[in-house]
Structures are given as C-alpha cells and as structure tokens.
C-alpha cells in the first residue's frame, strides 16, 4: 500500500510572466511528484497520470528519479496557456487541448491510504471516482478544476455540478478564496468554510495567496501565515505544492496547525523560483521555526 497516490494529468505548460515566458511540463500530478522527490519520506508514493505518447518524456524522468508512475492512456495531453502579470495571485487562462477522464475502472488496483485528486478540469474525475476512492482511503480533493470549463480554448469559471453530493465523500478541500465563494457564495473566509464543512468536508483548506491560508478542522479554525518569499518568480504550483506539504506533515500524523505551516514553508521556496519545489524538507521546518510568524487557533 502507498502512503500517498496522487492522481491527476501531467499538462503541457506555456507560462507567461513579465520576466519570461517559459514551455514546461506541469498540472498538480507534476509538481506533487517532483516535490515529493525533494522530501525525505517518499518511498511510498505513486502517481497515476494519463497523457498523449508525445510527451511521455515527463514520466521518464520522473522514474529516472526514483518516482513510480502509472501511466494510463489519452488522446491528448492537457495544454494550458498561464499568463501573470505583476500580481501572481491573478492569472489568465486558456487550454489549447484536453486529455482523457480518469475513470473507476482505471483506479481499481490502486491502493493508498491517502489519495488526491488534482482536478484541472470539470470533467477529469466523475462522482463515482469520488465516491469509490473515498471508500478505500482519506480523500483530498483540490477544487480548481471543478470550477473550470472549457468552450473552445477558454476557460469559463463555474460552479461545481455535483458538489452537495461530491463533498459528503471529501475529507480534504483545497479551495482559494475565488472558489470559496462560487462554491458556497460568500466571501467571508470562515463563514464558506464553515458550509464547506456542513457540507460533509473533514479538513478546508482555504488558501489565500500572500494572506496566508485558513484551516478549518473538527471546528477550530487554525490560520497559518505566509512566510516572505526571498523573491517571487513564479506562484505557478504554489497550490499544489501546499496541498504535498500538507499532505506529507499529515501522513506522519502532524497537527493540522504543523501541517499547514509546513505547506505554507514549502510554497514560499517554490514562490522564488520557476518549475516544481526543489528545496528541502530542512529548509522548510528551518522557515517555520525560525519564523517570528505562527498559526493561530482562532
């Protein structure tokens, strides 16, 4: 049994920032398992990523470094056009092309005790995924694609179809405060994560770019704070590399105030430089103890 599957598409990325524009590999599968890399606790994580032969280079390098990957099969590879300007928290998108959806039937001989489903579009995991991963591990969900559709090349914000019956069966939500509210309507941060979590979710977590993040967990609200970055260059994968910190610390039983802070440790060495985390495990509990800044059981 693995520690952490996580399952999602390696996409193809064409990231636009003022300082550069930069072709990559990417999408949640992408950033998870070249993070985990860089921790020291990875032996018992697998990915299972579906993509077009074409860019099947992505998972050989992944296995060249140690990672197990299954691979599925797909027409296409998922093709996003990420383009920033100054402010990171502010993106436009576009995706030039679409792989195929994960299905029960692909999943079957896959066991875990956490599992993560890095969503990229409304259509990449179905409710019965949800349903049927749930009744073999903890469940952590990243919600950004369920509230992405695509029409031609665009990329409209939308709600999520299912989510009353979806969220009964997530134990972990990752929303940023943008989801937050299509999902539940509100823009005060506790009160959507509150009905997130009526709403059957075990652990939101609500991410909020340079305001830090907010954990809501067996009703204690925990806020983690954002350590400064030394510079920011790239907020692409910040979420996911969150959602690995996070996921990690909880693996081994930390609280959710350590596993927050450890995540949020973690995206702050991403922030500063372009492609996956590549710092270490040290670097980040370095950040967190080091840091004036702390989590607050509100």
Known sequence: MNDICCIGHITLDKIVTPKQTTYMPGGTSYYFSHGI???????????????????????????????EVKVLPSRHTVYFENIYGENQNNRKQRVLAKADPFTVNDL?????????????LSDDFSLDVIKYLSQKGTLSVD?????????????????????????KHIDILKVNEHEAE????????????????QWGVKEVLLTLGSEGSLILAEGKFYKIPAYPPTEIVDATGCGDT??????YMRNQNASYAEAGCFAA???????????????????????VRESKLQAIAL
């Open 37 to 67: 890399n860089h921790l020291n606790n990875k032996k018992n994580y697998k990915l299972v990523t579906a993509l077009a032969p074409s860019e099947i280079k992505a998972v050989e390098e992944l296995r060249e470094k140690g990672i």
């Open 108 to 120: 079957k001989d896959e066991n875990a005790r956490f599992y993560h489903l890095g969503s990229l």
């Open 143 to 167: 919600a950004q694609g369920y509230l992405r559709e695509v029409r031609g090349e665009q990329v409209y914000p939308v709600d999520w179809k299912d989510k009353k019956e979806a969220l």
């Open 182 to 197: 299509v999902l539940t309507g509100s823009k005060d941060y506790e009160e959507a994560s509150t009905l997130l979590a």
């Open 242 to 247: 969150y959602m690995l910190g996070y996921l």
């Open 265 to 287: 440790a973690m995206s702050t060495i991403k922030l500063a430089k372009s492609g996956p985390f590549c710092g270490t495990e040290e670097e980040a509990l370095k950040i």
